[in-house]
């Protein structure tokens, strides 16, 4: 489920998983998407983020790619 979401957040951001990481790996906004089933917000997060705001779902379910890939 995991690797599913962050598969679906690099391709909604347009580039690989890997090259996503490396991109933001620093950064102090990273992309970040919801884990519901179904969802596809993403939106750009902080690199620690576990819960934050879904527009679609208007629910605490967005995590960010780097604690998705275990980064954090
Ligand atoms: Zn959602």
Do not use: H
Not at 19 to 34: E, F
Not at 38 to 58: I, L, N, Q, Y
């Amino acid at each position: 489920m995991k690797d599913d979401k962050l598969d679906q957040l690099a391709r909604i951001w347009g580039m690989s998983v890997e090259l996503m990481l490396k991109t933001y790996q620093s950064d102090s906004l990273v992309p970040g998407i919801c884990m519901n089933e179904g969802c596809d917000f993403a939106t750009e997060v902080e690199p620690d983020t576990r819960a934050s705001w879904c527009e679609e779902c208007r629910n605490r379910t967005v995590t960010s790619a780097l604690v998705l890939a275990g980064r954090i």
